[in-house]
């Protein structure tokens, strides 16, 4: 190897690491916790650089003075002022913030830390994840990815308007979601079962394309999200393959143009849950997950499956309630037998239904929602949104108006088709 040739290499290299998106870990314990070597591994994969916010003993106390809080553990005190440090840095361009999740005093640190960094830096993406012992690699990926992508493709989600004729692809756990778009306007859409992801998505493409009319020699671009989308952009050749987070919310913000101010998106899907807060028409601050399928549309399948009618017509039974049934676990498998056991005693298949639907909403208010400042207007969207018995739930809870838009099950789709009309 010459010496232009080593010397293009360093400089790929130097370009490779110029570009990696620069976030704080603002933590407590992750080096208890086992969780830190993988932290430092996902977020080199998604292309992010992890930087350590430094500080004295003298700026510890000052810190927690300014952020009103003193806590017990010094260790939690040094986390406050690792915040304090970071938002005076202009390089950081995002943030992590972890605390074991058997400490109750870490999670109070941990939403005071959030809510400072957003009132001093609004600006900057911030998550949050609790540390266990064995941590999941997958969940701490999607994080950082999704991290990765709002810093790095920042003037990419900013689009407000799909243009020319562009495909997008959704593959979701559950069900594939293709929309063709024209102009920014929904030309056709589909979706499917997601079996094989590939075999389902071009299905669903082929299905589309017919619908609307088109061959695909007349797509301006595809794009592709979703669980399945690795695979499914490299057979296609997909134009853009980005994460589902960034996604969805774009999605939501165009199918109910609120591409300017504060939003918050509920994304309820097969397996996976999602609430984003929105700055601009940009997620900024999000959660992902449940404590267990219980709080999922597998859930709201099984439970449908049951009452012998179909999801979205469980909703409609939903509200057709008289007397508040609650059942007696989140869990999936014990919230099961709990309702078969309501059924035999004689509770009303309405009331059944609505239990159901209250205890999804509740769960991911329970373990999402009151971890985040909901701001309106609450967008709901995925396929759950469509069962209207949730969204009734969901809005008792929050004491405010949910929006549903129309396509609200294609949010992802409707999100990358936007996006990839910009590339």
């Known amino acids: 190897m010459g010496y232009s040739d080593a010397g293009k290499r360093v400089s790929v290299l130097w370009e ?32 992010i650089e992890l930087l350590y916010p430094e500080m004295t003993l003298e700026e510890i106390d000052a810190a927690c003075e300014e952020v009103g809080f003193r806590a017990r553990s010094p260790s939690l005190n040094m986390m406050i002022a690792k915040a304090v440090s970071a938002m005076k840095d202009p390089t950081i361009k995002g943030a992590i913030l972890l605390t074991c999740f ?30 266990v012992e064995k941590p999941k690699e997958a969940e701490i990926f999607a994080r950082f990815d999704a991290l990765s992508t709002i810093i790095t493709k920042k003037s990419l989600l900013m689009r407000q308007r799909q243009e020319g004729t562009t495909v997008g692809i959704d593959s979701g756990s559950s069900m594939t979601k293709v929309v063709v778009m024209h102009e920014n306007e929904i030309a056709s859409s589909v979706w499917l079962p997601t079996t094989d992801p590939l075999e389902s998505a071009e299905k669903a493409l082929e299905s589309a394309l017919s619908d609307a009319c088109m061959k695909r020699s007349e797509i301006d ?34 199918l109910a143009d609120a591409h300017r101010g504060n939003a918050t998106v509920i994304d309820i899907g097969g397996m996976s849950n999602k609430l984003l807060l929105m700055r601009d028409g940009i997620v900024n601050s999000f959660s992902l997950g449940g404590i267990c399928g ?51 005693s004689g509770i009303r298949r309405e009331d059944v239904a609505a239990a159901a639907c209250r205890s999804v909403a509740e769960q991911v208010y329970e373990n999402q929602m009151r971890e985040m400042t909901i701001k309106p207007p609450v967008i709901f969207v995925g396929g759950v949104s469509l069962v209207k018995g949730v969204k009734k739930e969901f809005e008792e809870i929050i004491g405010s108006e949910i929006i549903v838009p129309h396509h609200s099950q ?14």
């Open 16 to 47: 490779v690491i110029w570009m990696r998106a620069k976030v704080a870990q603002i933590s407590c314990g992750t080096e208890y916790s086992g969780v830190q070597p993988v932290l430092k591994e996902m977020a080199e994969r998604a292309g």
């Open 102 to 131: 058997k400490c109750s005093e870490g999670a109070i640190v941990r939403d005071l830390v959030r809510r400072y960094m957003q009132e001093h830096r609004g600006e900057i993406p911030i998550i949050t994840y609790s540390n």
């Open 221 to 254: 671009a595809i794009g592709v999200t979703g669980y399945g989308r690795d695979i499914i952009a490299d057979a296609i050749r997909a134009d853009l393959n980005i994460e589902e987070v960034s996604i969805v919310a774009k999605g939501a913000a165009v």
């Open 294 to 344: 219980g709080s999922s549309g597998r859930f709201l399948e099984v439970v449908s499956h049951r009452l012998d009618v179909d999801v979205e017509g469980l909703g409609e039974l939903a509200l057709r309630s008289t007397q508040k049934f609650e059942l007696q676990s989140y869990c999936m498998v014990f919230g099961i037998q709990s309702l078969v056991v309501a059924l035999a």
């Open 410 to 423: 294609f949010a992802g789709a409707v999100g990358i088709a936007t996006i990839a009309s910009g590339v």
